[in-house]
């Protein structure tokens, strides 16, 4: 019969089990969807910059607080460079806005919320049609900060272990590859999991709880993106699709006739 002596002698044991994995040297990862290896809930393979197998399972799961998963969806923007409202735009007949918001329900993050400017009625009716919580952003002539900001004051007191940051401005992004970056970051364990295309890093991405505090502090027009890019340690899922991020109409134009429906 398990006593409660018993149980709270497991509760130690298991919270210096815990420490020492929390001890052991990371490496920045790099992971390839379309690789399969054996014992991995994703069938992928995690290779180091050194291009050796790996296993990203090290990581045990701690509890569902520490490992739960915000969403953020920032589509705030003023489209200064697509000369109207980009976020109503259609890709493949959906408008943006809809599109990522659609994404984002579908990638297990949990609470999610969308980020608007004032005063966008159809920006409102869009996202309440397909159930998608919404916040406005009062400060969003600021800049894309303040929107990362407001995203962060909306899940205060929810204990989350991470949130992942996407946008309105990458329609190849689906569900499947917000989950997969969930996935990485929640067997990983590291202090954030990044999006790698066309030679740099950036959102789709997932943030630890440990720099929420410095993406509190971000001004202007430095995104959660610039941050990352300064971080020492951190894992990334290769994704070109997030390469294509739309800022003017013909971009849009282009981008629909190499992706028809």
């Not at 999610?112 to 159930?131: A, D, F, K, T, W």
């Not at 962060?152 to 007191?157: A, I, M, R, T, V």
Request: proline share 5%.
């Amino acid at each position: 019969k398990t006593s409660a002596r018993h149980i709270q002698q497991f509760g130690i044991v298991w919270r210096r089990v815990l420490r020492f994995f929390r001890l052991l040297p990371k490496e920045v990862f790099v992971l390839h969807r379309t690789t399969r290896t054996h014992g991995n809930p994703l069938n992928l393979v995690i290779a180091s910059q050194s291009d050796k197998e790996l296993s990203c399972n090290w990581m045990p799961e701690i509890s569902n607080a520490a490992t739960s998963v915000g969403g953020i969806l920032l589509a705030a923007g003023y489209s200064t460079r697509f000369h109207g409202d980009k976020q109503l735009a259609l890709f493949q007949g959906t408008p943006l806005i809809v599109r990522a918001a659609k994404a984002l329900q579908t990638s297990g993050a949990d609470p999610i919320v969308g980020i608007i400017r004032p005063q966008m009625r159809v920006h409102e009716q869009l996202l309440s049609q397909v159930g998608m919580p919404f916040a406005t952003n009062q400060n969003s002539a600021e800049g894309l900060a303040s929107s990362v900001r407001a995203g962060l004051e909306f899940h205060k007191g929810f204990g989350l272990g991470a949130v992942l940051v996407s946008s309105c401005d990458q329609p190849l992004v689906t569900g499947k590859h917000l989950r997969e970056l969930i996935e990485l970051w929640r067997n990983c364990r590291g202090a954030a999991v990044a999006s790698a295309y066309s030679n740099t890093i950036g959102i789709p991405a997932v943030f630890g709880s440990e720099l929420f505090s410095q993406m509190s502090e971000l001004r202007g027009d430095r995104g959660a993106g610039q941050l990352l890019r300064h971080l020492p340690n951190i894992a990334t899922l290769v994704l070109p699709e997030a390469a294509f991020d739309i800022d003017t109409p013909e971009e849009l134009g282009q981008l629909e006739s190499r992706n028809p429906l």
